[in-house]
């Protein structure tokens, strides 16, 4: 339906910045790592405060514009020279924005930006059903964490405790004892 040699997802976190999380190069995952960006005087600002799809005709050409655009300049370190910002909303307060890159200048065409337009409510509603079961196993994951935590800790006091029990339950303790015990 369109060009995409590199999409990636980016999302705006609790301290202000916009997170790249996943990013996928030629159908395999990139190892571009999580990067955070600024947002403030860029790109991706504008595509999240009009809520409309961003056509970037010429990364390299736009990336030069302000310093202010190092995601740009990281797309086209990838060697993508062709971009779509879409806007997408979750539930609650999640907002991020899902990028489309060619390698090719020039490469999306007006029908390609209608046809995202129209997704971009079904893509903000899996990638925050997708973030929701992210953040669910990692909650599920500090749980089963601090389980842990609390079995190693509770074994040596059920000893420590059996311990006292026992000395408390001795006649012949001197007095200084008992009261320590």
Avoid at 28 to 36: A, R
Avoid at 116 to 121: D, F
Avoid at 149 to 160: G, K, M, N
Wanted: proline fraction near 4%; charge should be negative.
């Amino acid at each position: 339906l369109m060009p995409v040699d590199w999409i990636g997802v980016l999302v705006v976190g609790v301290d202000g910045k916009i997170h790249l999380h996943k990013a996928f190069s030629d159908g395999e995952p990139d190892p571009i790592g999580q990067h955070s960006f600024v947002t403030d005087k860029t790109l991706l600002e504008e595509c999240l405060k009009t809520r409309q799809p961003l056509h970037i005709s010429d990364v390299a050409q736009l990336s030069q514009l302000s310093e202010h655009y190092v995601f740009l300049r990281q797309l086209l370190d990838r060697g993508r020279r062709d971009a779509i910002f879409l806007p997408v909303e979750g539930s609650g307060d999640l907002q991020g924005v899902a990028v489309f890159a060619t390698r090719y200048p020039n490469s999306y065409r007006t029908e390609h930006l209608e046809l995202l337009r129209n997704l971009g409510v079904l893509i903000g509603v899996s990638l925050a059903r997708t973030l929701q079961l992210v953040e669910s196993q990692r909650l599920a994951n500090i749980g089963q964490f601090a389980s842990s935590i609390v079995h190693e800790i509770r074994s040596p006091l059920a000893t420590i405790n059996l311990a006292l029990e026992h000395l408390d339950s001795l006649d012949e303790l001197p007095s200084n004892s008992r009261r320590r015990v």
